[in-house]
């Protein structure tokens, strides 16, 4: 998964750079980031970009992430743009909670500022 967890690293230094998340607590940071807007859009981007590596190794990251988070499975597989848009959510948990900035950060609570953004951006873009 390292091509597809790169890319939405990528996106979410990008999101960060467009100061999405800010003045919001900082343990809702992972949805405004990734779960305010689609991270791929149309049939065929997202297909392109699920088989930069192995389809079914992105759809059993889903199920265990689903399955363990929410009880069941609901991401629908026969469509690529929501499996894309699952998996970048998926990764994007990944990446953050990987993150010891990001750790630190949701550990103390209050709002996300742009103090926090620019050392996670750092954070983020040297690891």
């Known amino acids: 998964m390292g091509l597809l967890k790169q890319d939405v690293k990528d996106y979410l230094i990008q999101q960060l750079q467009d100061d999405v998340g800010l003045d919001n607590d900082i343990n809702d940071l992972h949805h405004y980031l990734i779960n305010q807007?689609?991270?791929?859009?149309?049939?065929?981007?997202?297909r392109k970009w699920l088989e930069k590596?192995?389809?079914f190794e992105a759809i059993e990251k889903i199920k265990d992430y689903e399955?363990?988070?929410f009880g069941e499975v609901t991401?629908?597989?026969s469509d690529e743009e929501k499996t894309a848009n699952m998996l970048a959510y998926v990764l994007a948990d990944e990446i953050l909670n990987e993150n010891k900035t990001y750790q630190l950060?949701?550990?103390?609570?209050?709002?996300?500022?742009e103090?926090?953004?620019?050392l996670l951006v750092d954070s983020l873009e040297n690891s």
């Open 53 to 55: 590596e192995s389809v």
């Open 67 to 69: 399955q363990s988070n």
């Open 105 to 113: 950060f949701t550990g103390m609570y209050g709002l996300f500022d």
């Open 75 to 77: 991401t629908d597989f």
């Open 37 to 46: 807007d689609y991270f791929i859009i149309g049939y065929y981007q997202a």
């Open 115 to 118: 103090d926090k953004r620019d």
